[in-house]
């Protein structure tokens, strides 16, 4: 599975943004996927995770109630909608492919990442 993350960039403290990551090889609809972000001088961290149909999630707290996953199986896609984002949310964000059918929080647990979009919120 290949992986190609996109829509990242600049954007006010409020305002929002909306991930892709285009996912290429057959198994794609059988495997949960994620989005991890990476901030300067930080550990990588999980965001979100979506189960292979997409009827489960899971956030990390600090996201919750602002971010969204989803994923369309057709397209092989899976999105993030990040609204009211914060400066903390800066960072690299990282989408990933699983070995799993559900959503999981441990990076250990995916196999696939793709190279990452810059996100910046300003104050």
């Known amino acids: 599975v290949q992986l190609q993350a996109s829509g990242g960039g600049l954007v006010q403290a409020g305002g929002s943004l909306r991930l892709s990551c285009a996912a290429s090889g057959r198994t794609f609809s059988s495997r949960a996927m994620g989005w991890f972000r990476q901030a300067p001088g930080k550990e990588r961290e999980f965001v979100a995770s979506?189960?292979?149909?997409?009827?489960?999630?899971y956030y990390t707290d600090s996201v919750k109630g602002r971010f969204t996953i989803s994923r369309d199986n057709a397209e092989n896609t899976v999105y993030l909608q990040m609204n009211s984002l914060k400066p903390e949310d800066t960072a690299v964000y990282y989408c990933?492919?699983?070995?799993?059918?559900?959503?999981?929080?441990?990076?250990?647990?995916?196999?696939?990442w793709g190279q990452g979009t810059q996100v910046t919120v300003s104050s």
């Open positions: 979506i189960s292979w149909t997409g009827g489960s999630t």
């Open positions: 990933a492919a699983s070995g799993q059918l559900n959503p999981v929080a441990i990076a250990d647990e995916y196999h696939y």
